[in-house]
């Protein structure tokens, strides 16, 4: 019987089809948009006869709205949680930096979370944070951190939240700062953030990398300057969550 | 209950249409949050009539005494000794401080971060939604943070406000000062009600007050019991219409319904199958502050304490009651009170202790702290609250939020995760 793992976040939506018997794996991903019923519709359609699991900030809606799917919902700490422990079973801390939320999760040697630790409701230090900033200096999203990474000279943004960190860039433009220096100190600022959530869940390593921000090659350069070895890009960083909840689904 | 009470309310110059669209919200939030739960106690009944008349009967009752000569002192603070209040024939009633309302009045004369209980005891005065604290004679605010103490001195610009120093130590000299603080109290009590406090009216009080705790003892040893017999909701609202009924006939209705749960407990009858034991440590939660409950009452667990001012530290502790004059009284007062273990002390271990005994004994799987942003006593201390648990193997989770609704999606998520992780 194949399984459904599906993440609704507040950017993309990824599902996961697992064969429950062979355990091969395929995925697919669509930008949740202004009406990710309309997504989940689309990819939920042909699914009879498999068990879904949801995840994401759109789990519970996606369960109340397809009823005849009796789908369970699981929250992203433990759906990322599962995906990392399955694919990188040495794996002893994650980090997640999503459209919305950054997590820290510790995990245990058998892969369970041991703790976590999640960004308050501002957005300070994740992904929406860094599309924030990109829009306001006019660099699509998808490029925001290899215009980064063309920075030449250390400036300082201090302001972790996002309204004054943009008057801070916005000022740092007014002196005739170079935008691609101002770029990476957003990211250098979004990091500082992250390290410190990182501290204070005592994350031991190795330590994967996982959720969109994951693409951004800044944010993984300064993670891994820090981190040294110890840090794991994940591979596909942003099906983790629906990876994990289809496991959590196979395993009943 | 508008029709019956709104020539009250106007009396007690309550702004009638602000005050009307608090009660209707006030109701829907009530219906959705405790209505909706399913096989609750009979006993129920007499808090949900209760809360339905929150701003009727209960303020009709305090005028009439009022009428008769009787004064009303209201407070925001478990350390305000009642036992003085009563033995002088006056009311003590906490006042509203639980919901966001009158956040834009507050905002004009408090700053904008600080905390939620603060800014919305000035609000409900200022936008004039709070028939309590328009019954007051006497409004007592005492020292326990920075924030309250120096909303005190804006509130006394608008209310009649009186303000007992809390130590912030327990060495010999905090409990004299402590004392010397009690004693000014029951002078001014003495000098707003005309009455002096004898000690057998003391005694009385001490009685009086020492049953209700009893009562309410008893029901958290009620509801520690496999299965939970009731929710954590339901308690923590029993725990929040303490404050402002009349004592005598709450015990009595507390002791029935506790006689109710006694046989519930006893026929191995739960409220919540296979949900996740947790209990709740950090700030008060006034009415109608029900969001984090509700939300962990949602997520597959239920509360079986509360570690709070609305809670355990409210009724641990009784005033001993073998004393035989006037000061021997006043120093058990002085004693008992000494013992809450509220956050705004240093050092405090007692509290963590209070902490790591109570998951013991109600074999909670988790605790989850709960601090009111810009909070600082309590957001500090929960660092320290984390590691003793961990120490006596307790996970823990800490929660920073206000009043506002605006969060509850990532509440829910961290609930929901902190619930899969002990399960």
């Known amino acids: 019987m194949a399984i459904i793992g599906l993440d609704v976040g507040s950017r993309s939506i990824e599902r996961v089809v697992l064969e429950e018997s062979s355990g091969k794996w395929t995925w697919e991903k669509a930008p949740t948009t202004f009406d990710p019923l309309a997504q989940c519709r689309r990819l939920l359609a042909h699914v009879d006869g498999c068990s879904v699991v949801v995840t994401g900030y759109g789990r519970r809606l996606v369960a109340e709205q397809f009823p005849h799917l009796c789908a369970r919902t699981v929250t992203e700490i433990q759906a990322y949680a599962r995906g990392v422990h399955h694919l990188y079973p040495q794996a002893r801390t994650v980090l997640d930096i999503g459209g919305q939320d950054t997590k820290v999760i510790a995990l245990s040697a058998h892969g369970s979370v041991a703790k976590f630790e ?36 250390q400036v300082e943004i201090n302001s972790m939240c996002t309204v004054f960190a943009e008057s801070e860039a916005t000022s740092l433009m007014a002196r005739g700062e170079r935008p691609q220096n101002i770029a990476m100190a957003l990211h250098r600022a979004v990091v500082r953030r992250t390290l410190a959530m990182l501290r204070r869940v005592g994350g031991a390593s190795p330590l994967v990398f996982a959720g969109g921000v994951a693409h951004n090659p800044c944010v993984c350069r300064l993670l891994s300057e820090s981190l040294g070895e110890a840090m794991i890009v994940a591979e596909n960083p942003d099906v983790i969550g629906a990876l994990g909840a289809a496991l959590i689904g196979a395993s009943g | 209950m508008t029709g019956r009470y709104e020539a009250m309310w106007e009396r007690l110059n309550l702004d009638l249409d602000a005050h009307a669209s608090l009660l209707e919200v006030l109701g829907k939030f009530y219906g959705d949050i405790y209505m909706s739960q399913q096989g609750r106690l009979r006993g129920m009944e007499y808090l949900d009539f209760v809360l339905s008349e929150i701003h009727g009967l209960r303020i009709q009752e305090l005028q009439e005494a009022r009428a008769n000569g009787r004064k009303v002192i209201g407070t925001f603070c478990v350390f305000v000794p009642e036992e003085i209040v009563w033995a002088a024939d006056a009311i003590q009633v906490g006042l509203c401080a639980g919901a966001e309302a009158g956040t834009e009045a507050a905002e004009k004369i408090l700053p904008r971060n600080t905390c939620a209980l603060i800014k919305s005891f000035v609000g409900f005065k200022l936008a004039r939604l709070c028939p309590f604290i328009e019954s007051c004679d006497m409004v007592v605010g005492e020292t326990t943070c920075d924030g309250k103490k120096k909303a005190y001195e804006i509130f006394s610009d608008y209310a009649p406000v009186y303000v007992m120093e809390i130590p912030q130590m327990k060495c010999a000299a905090d409990r004299a000062l ?38 309410l003892q008893r029901l958290n040893r009620l509801r520690a019991a496999h299965p939970v017999p009731i929710s954590g909701r339901d308690v923590l609202l029993i725990n929040q219409v303490s404050f402002y009924d009349d004592p005598k006939r709450f015990t009595q209705k507390i002791e029935e319904l506790c006689d109710e749960l006694e046989d519930k407990v006893r026929r191995g009858e739960g409220v919540a199958d296979g949900a996740v034991r947790l209990m709740l440590s950090g700030c008060p939660m006034a009415i109608p502050n029900w969001k984090l409950p509700y939300i962990i009452e949602s997520s597959g667990a239920v509360v079986v304490g509360e570690e709070s001012c609305i809670g355990s530290r409210n009724t641990r502790d009784l005033v001993d009651e073998s004393a035989s004059n006037l000061d021997e009284l006043l120093d058990a007062i002085v004693d008992r009170y000494m013992k809450i273990d509220c956050a705004c002390f240093t050092p405090n271990a007692e509290r963590l202790e209070h902490i790591v005994d109570m998951a013991r004994e109600l074999n909670v799987k988790g605790v989850i702290h ?10 500090m201390e929960s660092f320290k609250v984390e590691k003793a648990l961990q120490e006596a193997g307790f996970p823990m989770v800490a929660i920073e939020t206000d009043y506002s609704m605006e969060d509850v999606e990532q509440l829910k998520t961290r609930v929901e995760a902190f619930v899969e992780m002990v399960r």
Request: aromatic share 10%.
């Open chain 1, 118 to 153: 999640m960004n308050d409701r501002c957005a300070a230090g994740t992904g929406k944070f860094l599309e924030f900033m990109a829009s306001s200096l006019q660099v699509p999203l998808e490029a925001f951190g290899h215009f980064a990474l063309q920075a030449d000279k």
């Open chain 2, 178 to 215: 402590w004392k010397a603080e009690v004693l000014r109290f029951k002078q001014a009590v003495e000098d707003l009600t005309g009455r002096s406090i004898t000690a057998e009216r003391l005694r009385e009080a001490v009685v009086l007050i020492n049953q209700r705790r009893r009562a």
């Open chain 2, 370 to 379: 709960y601090g009111l942003s810009f909070c600082q006593p309590y957001a």
